[in-house]
């Protein structure tokens, strides 16, 4: 059975080594977020930080790494895929909570509003103030009425107003941008602490017409347990721990950012919309969640990197059905740098591949093919293949004017070019053998096989 909410999640976490708690005071501004950055340098635990100066315990860096990612899934590096794939293709369909819902124990609105009371970090010296991050946002299409979830960016202006940041390629901001034609204000609902792979369903790359709480409930193998929100239409989570609820006002545009952003540079400060907050809810003793962003590798690209890698995987062998694996790495943003393993069928089907990939919305900027051989997660097999299985002349070309990340600080008017680097082994020549002392990583040697 999947988690049911964050608290079984981080109780597994506390059971395995893998949750520590902090418990003298850490510093919302900046300190936090140094605390995440040394145990996301060492793949460490995730951390709760009890003594935040607010009623509220702060969690972060429960997504911080491969191995809290593949517990999240109960899956192995060798399963991974395949189970995300069965998830994706078996959808399940959201139920209505029954009873009291536990993320509406405590209910606060009109004068009782004040979103300065939680925990919320200032994560890098140049943000243009503190931030949520780790939000699921809830919208709908406002003509068809269907359901999208994402991870969107929120800067706290105040007791009752957030700004608001969605790339305009996003579902979220194609919602604000098809109310505001409409002459309509959005609603929505920022969700906060949920179990992991409602969280890590919002990542899943599918189309504008996806209802999203299927494909979580794909992801769970079981149904998202959705209650109506308290001052709007919007159905949320029933077990998640906090919901803030909100009208976007595209009328009231403020000052947003700047913010450290996935790219590892900071993205400009300029005129957004502002979100009134219409209600918060939550549950009592309710644990507050973070999620460090900025320069590679933090939480916010392994939240990204498996839905990713398995949404562009599951697009590429219906083309290509002899890829079998697929890395977009985490130093790329997750986005910009592409390495796919495969066996090519016939002279030219990596090129094509590599363009399959380059025309995904991923956008990439470099997408490597390699044979089956090459460990595609270990940079030194793969700058082997390149080394060795690579002709430059033949084997590496340019796309001019290609569609670039929306975040890309180096672009032209939001076109740059993408390189592919074919380093399979080329196709119908006899290659050399590889030269690889057999059985060792099976062979048995205590003296060192304790160190």
């Known amino acids: 059975m999947p988690y049911q909410d964050l608290r079984a999640f981080l109780t597994a976490l506390k059971n395995s080594g893998d949750l520590v708690d902090i418990t003298r005071p850490i510093a919302l501004k900046y300190d936090i977020a140094k605390a995440l950055a040394k145990t996301s340098s060492i793949q460490g635990p995730a951390l709760m930080f009890k003594d935040t100066g607010t009623e509220f315990p702060l969690v972060a860096g429960v997504y911080g790494n491969r191995r809290l990612a593949l517990k999240a899934f109960e899956a192995t590096e060798q399963t991974i895929h395949e189970k995300v794939l069965k998830g994706i293709n078996n959808q399940i369909a959201p139920v209505d909570f029954k009873g009291a819902p536990p993320c509406q124990e405590v209910v ?12 919320v970090p200032t994560y890098s010296p140049k943000d243009g103030g503190p931030y949520i991050t780790a939000g699921i946002v809830v919208s709908e299409n406002p003509e068809t009425g269907t359901p999208d979830i994402g991870n969107y960016r929120f800067q706290v202006h105040g007791p009752k107003e957030l700004g608001v940041f969605s790339a305009p390629n996003h579902r979220f901001g194609k919602n604000i941008a098809h109310a505001t034609a409409m002459g309509k204000q959005l609603h929505g609902a920022i969700v906060i602490g949920v179990d992991p792979l409602t969280m890590y369903s919002c990542q899943v790359q599918s189309s504008d017409a996806t209802n999203d709480w299927f494909v979580a409930g794909g992801l769970r193998g079981a149904p998202v347990e959705l209650v109506k929100a308290v001052s709007n239409d919007m159905k949320v989570p029933a077990h998640a721990e906090i919901v803030i609820e909100f009208t976007v006002d595209t009328n009231d545009q403020k000052i947003e950012g700047p913010l450290g952003e996935y790219t590892g540079y900071y993205t400009a400060a300029s005129l957004k919309p502002v979100a009134k907050i219409t209600a918060i809810t939550h549950r009592k003793s309710a644990i507050f969640q973070g999620l460090l962003t900025g320069k590679p590798i933090t939480e916010n690209h392994v939240l990204k990197q498996i839905p990713f890698e398995t949404s562009i995987l599951r697009q ?7 890829i079998s694996d697929i890395s977009i790495n985490s130093s790329g943003g997750v986005q910009v740098y592409v390495v796919i393993a495969m066996k090519p069928r016939y002279e030219g089907e990596a090129r094509h591949a590599i363009l399959a990939a380059m025309a995904s919305n991923l956008h990439p900027k470099w997408v490597i093919t390699v044979d089956p051989d090459i460990d595609i997660r270990n940079s030194a097999e793969v700058e082997w293949a390149q080394s060795f299985r ?3 002349s033949d084997d590496v070309f340019v796309v001019d004017r290609t569609a670039t990340a929306p975040l890309d600080p180096y672009t032209d008017g939001g076109f740059s070019s993408s390189v592919g680097i074919d380093a399979t082994k080329p196709f119908g020549v006899e290659f050399p053998e590889v030269s690889e002392v057999p059985g060792w990583r099976d062979f048995d040697l205590p003296e ?3 160190r």
């Open 390 to 392: 690579v002709k430059p």
């Open 316 to 322: 590429l062998q219906a083309q290509f059905p002899t």
């Open 448 to 450: 060192i096989d304790k």
């Open 108 to 119: 606060l609105t009109g004068d009782a509003i004040d979103v300065t009371k939680l925990p």
